[in-house]
């Protein structure tokens, strides 16, 4: 299952104040869930040379927004210097640079990071 079990362990063990539980989905996908009830999706290609990611956090149905770190080459964000590595910040159209570790276990603990920092702002 690639990556999913060390990545599961990193959410459990490394960020037990904003990680709930973790689940492997279909062998497909590892979905987070986080304390606000929120849902962080990591997606993993099966390729190992041209890996393609996602880590998709859905806050859609708490306070409208997504948070997507992503490889997968969208010709919409080829003008973004780290393409074809993007980050839609808040929603699908505000497109960002991406600068998150190309190692998983690593790019996963960045965007936690992110997470922990967002929700403390939000008094959580």
Do not use: C
């Amino acid at each position: 299952m690639y990556d999913y079990h060390r990545l599961r362990r990193i959410a459990e063990v490394e960020f037990p104040d904003i990680v709930v539980s973790a689940i492997i989905l279909r062998r497909r996908k590892l979905r987070i869930i986080i304390i606000d009830s929120s849902i962080l999706d990591v997606f993993l290609s099966p390729d190992p040379i041209n890996r393609k990611y996602a880590f998709h956090w859905d806050r859609s149905f708490i306070d409208g927004t997504i948070y997507r770190h992503d490889n997968i080459p969208d010709g919409n964000w080829k003008n973004i210097s780290t393409f074809p590595k993007h980050f839609h910040n808040g929603g699908y159209e505000n497109v960002q640079e991406s600068y998150l570790s190309d190692d998983t276990g690593e790019s996963l603990r960045e965007f936690l990071l992110f997470i922990r920092a967002k929700l403390k702002k939000t008094g959580r």
